[in-house]
């Protein structure tokens, strides 16, 4: 819906700062011959083809930035970080005639505060959804391991880092917007949105028939879709409908104090001896799965 506004555009995740970045550069002498090498990078090519960005571009504008100009307050390495993520973002919002990002990575929750030392003005939209219904869509996801309890356990792990986000930067920066007030009143939303991006509110943005540019890659459109449809009220509580009752008493019982501090309605949930073996069984599927992963960390150093 941002991606409707005049001077917003949105494009498929980068990933750039929870993983393309992370990779094995070395930012303190990052050449043209590493920028070439981070184009080859799965997800910045995704980005690329996305955008209909022209690579050979993208390497012409990085030569005309060679270390010389460094002249900034940041680190050597944040400074490069900085160069990079500007080429590519200032490149693709040239191809859209606009003059905002809206990035949309979800994994970039957990370097806010990087992003807020090379990008002191971002400002970050914290959508919290029912974690019910988001275990059932992280349930569908090709990229979630199996497992009920596992993705209802990744919605708390990403819930309690933004409350530890929003509990040491305030909320000047960060904005939390409930995904089914979204949905049920998508006007009011959007300006609340607007007002906190210092934007005006523009009608075009529940217009869905002003979708024209690609805003994610052909991999990922098996489950973002949607996006590019108009609003309905399917998804909200789509838990009760998909969800098999022993799962639905099991995300109840798991969820409860977080939900209903959230402010959602939770049914009050006695587990049958039958959910009981279900969630013992999800547990030791955990367990073992990190046992593996520490094994294979331990085989692998």
């Not at 002249?71 to 993520?85: C, H, M, R, W």
């Not at 933004?162 to 049920?184: C, F, M, P, Q």
Request: aromatic letters at 12%; hydrophobic letters at 35%; glycine letters at 2%.
């Amino acid at each position: 819906m941002l991606n409707r506004h005049s001077q917003i555009a949105s494009g498929t995740e980068t990933h750039f700062f929870d993983f393309v970045s992370r990779r094995n550069y070395n930012w303190k002498e990052f050449t043209l011959t590493s920028f070439t090498q981070l184009l080859a990078e799965s997800r910045i090519q995704d980005f690329i083809q996305a955008a209909g960005i022209s690579k050979e571009k993208l390497i012409k504008n990085y030569k005309q930035d060679p270390q010389s100009k460094y002249q900034s307050t940041l680190e050597i390495d944040q400074f490069y970080k900085k160069e990079v993520f500007d080429i590519l973002m200032n490149s693709f919002l040239d191809s859209r005639s606009k003059t905002r990002l809206c990035e949309n990575t979800p994994q970039h929750l957990y370097y806010v505060e990087e992003i807020l030392t090379l990008y002191p003005q971002a400002k970050f939209i914290h959508l919290i959804r029912d974690g019910r219904d988001t275990t059932r869509s992280l349930m569908q996801m090709p990229w979630r391991p199996n497992g009920l309890l596992n993705n209802a356990r990744f919605w708390v792990q990403n819930l309690k880092e933004a409350s530890k986000v929003i509990n040491k930067l305030g909320t000047d920066s960060i904005l939390e917007i409930r995904y089914e007030e979204l949905v049920l009143k998508p006007e009011d939303s959007l300006k609340q949105i607007c007002d906190f991006l210092e934007e005006q509110y523009q009608p075009d943005l529940l217009d869905n028939s002003k979708d024209q540019a690609t805003i994610y890659s052909t991999w990922e459109s098996s489950w973002k879709q949607k996006t590019r449809t108009k609003l309905n009220t399917d998804s909200i509580n789509s838990w009760q409908t998909e969800l098999d009752k022993d799962s639905q008493a099991l995300l109840n019982w798991y969820l409860k104090d977080i939900l209903t501090g959230l402010g959602y309605e939770v049914q009050e949930t006695k587990l049958t001896n039958k959910q009981r073996l279900k969630l013992g069984l999800e547990y030791l599927a955990i367990c073992w799965r990190k046992l593996l992963r520490i094994i294979l960390n331990f085989v692998n150093r």
